[in-house]
C-alpha cells in the first residue's frame, strides 16, 4: 500500500526504508513494540492484588515439550527495553513514560 500512495514500483528498484522516510511514517514494527511497553506501563502502574499482575506472577506446573522454549511476553518485553534502553523504573511516572513512547513514535526510520 505504501508504494501505492508513494507512486513507486518494484521496478523503480526503491528500498521500503526509503519508503517510510520519504511519507514520514513508522515501521510497524516499532509501533508492535511501543504498544507493547503502553502496556507495561498500564500493568506496573497497577497494585500487586490486580488480576493482571496475578496472572502476570504465576508459574505454570508440568513438563515442556523438547527444542527450545516459547518466547514469553516477558522475554519480549525485556529485549524492547534494551533494544530501545529504557528502564522500568521509569514506566511508574505515567507522564515521562508517555515522553518516552511518544519519542519512539516519531523518531525516524533510518534507511539503509
Same mark, same amino acid.
Given at each position: 500500500?505504501?508504494?501505492?500512495?508513494?507512486?513507486v514500483?518494484?521496478?523503480?528498484r526503491v528500498?521500503?526504508?526509503y519508503?517510510?522516510?520519504?511519507?514520514?511514517?513508522?515501521?510497524?514494527?516499532?509501533?508492535?513494540?511501543?504498544?507493547?511497553?503502553?502496556?507495561l506501563g498500564?500493568?506496573?502502574?497497577?497494585?500487586?492484588?490486580?488480576?493482571t499482575r496475578v496472572?502476570?506472577? $504465576?508459574? &505454570?506446573?508440568?513438563k515442556r %515439550?523438547?527444542? #527450545?522454549? *516459547?518466547?514469553?511476553?516477558?522475554h519480549k518485553? =525485556?529485549?524492547?527495553?534494551?533494544?530501545?534502553?529504557?528502564? $522500568?523504573n &521509569?514506566?511508574k511516572?505515567? %507522564?515521562?513514560? #508517555?515522553? *518516552?513512547l511518544k519519542?519512539?513514535t516519531?523518531a =525516524?526510520?533510518?534507511?539503509?
Amino acid at each position: 500500500m505504501l508504494r501505492m500512495i508513494a507512486d513507486v514500483t518494484r521496478y523503480d528498484r526503491v528500498r521500503n526504508a526509503y519508503i517510510l522516510v520519504s511519507l514520514n511514517i513508522t515501521s510497524i514494527s516499532t509501533k508492535l513494540d511501543v504498544n507493547r511497553l503502553r502496556w507495561l506501563g498500564h500493568l506496573e502502574r497497577r497494585d500487586d492484588s490486580h488480576i493482571t499482575r496475578v496472572a502476570e506472577n $504465576i508459574i &505454570v506446573e508440568g513438563k515442556r %515439550n523438547r527444542g #527450545r522454549p *516459547k518466547l514469553t511476553w516477558k522475554h519480549k518485553v =525485556k529485549a524492547t527495553m534494551a533494544k530501545y534502553q529504557l528502564d $522500568i523504573n &521509569v514506566c511508574k511516572n505515567r %507522564n515521562e513514560w #508517555r515522553q *518516552k513512547l511518544k519519542e519512539l513514535t516519531t523518531a =525516524k526510520v533510518i534507511a539503509k
